[in-house]
């Protein structure tokens, strides 16, 4: 079965804090995808990266880095942390050809 | 831009009932189709992809249809149990896009 696993289930951070999220799948994927959920407004892609060091803008980049220096691990970077970035963050990854998604279990951050 | 629409947004059966679960779309340029189940607070997990070529894929109780050209997928479950209850997701990939496009969901609520 594939395996994604993401670093931590609940985070609180303070505003102006710099915050990682760490995703690693075991599943030789190609692709990996980081979201956010928020209620009324559904899931909505911050980054996605199709190959090692490679990376593309979603539908809402802003305020969100990446990076991905080994196959298996897709990071997203908070620079600074602020309130409107509380939220589920979802990473998912996929195969190239096949482009199932399988996702981690979620990480549930709260900014004060 | 591809738009997903599921509808009805909630749904409330009593055991032993079938489930029909309805899922649109407006671009039918699509390379495939993924029904998701989300438990609250949980990620999602995926249940059935279908590729643009085929009509149906099934999985136990589970049965997904897909109409490129009307641009509608039916997830349809046999039996409901108690333990369906969550939030059921479709989400479409377009041919020329890595990205998913997520429907809002069909929240199910089964009762015992």
């Known amino acids: 079965d594939v395996k994604v696993t993401q670093s931590s289930r609940y985070l609180v951070k303070r505003t102006g804090e710099k915050v990682f999220l760490e995703c690693v799948q075991d599943m030789d994927h190609e692709n990996m995808f980081w979201y956010r959920q928020d209620p009324g407004l559904g899931l909505r892609l911050i980054y996605f990266?199709?190959?090692?060091?490679?990376?593309e803008k979603g539908d809402i980049p802003e305020g969100y880095s990446v990076s991905r220096e080994k196959k298996e691990r897709f990071s997203l970077i908070l620079e600074s942390a602020s309130t409107n970035q509380t939220s589920m963050y979802l990473c998912?990854?996929?195969?190239?050809?096949?482009?199932?998604?399988?996702f981690g279990p979620g990480t549930r951050l709260t900014v004060l | 831009k591809q738009e997903v629409t599921q509808i009805p947004a909630a749904l409330s059966v009593p055991e032993g009932e079938n489930l029909v679960l309805n899922c649109s779309f407006t671009d039918s340029a699509i390379y495939n189709l993924q029904w998701f189940r989300q438990d609250p607070g949980k990620g999602l997990t995926s249940l059935l992809l279908?590729?643009?070529?085929?009509r149906e894929q099934t999985s136990g109780r589970l049965n997904a249809s897909l109409d490129k050209s009307s641009g509608r997928s039916t997830l349809y479950i046999a039996a409901s149990q108690p333990g369906d209850s969550a939030t059921y997701l479709c989400a479409v990939k377009r041919s020329n896009d890595y990205k998913l496009s997520f429907g809002a969901g069909t929240t199910v609520t089964v009762r015992a």
């Open positions: 998912a990854s996929s195969i190239r050809g096949l482009y199932e998604q399988f």
């Open positions: 990266s199709y190959d090692v060091k490679m990376k």
């Open positions: 279908i590729q643009s070529s085929q």
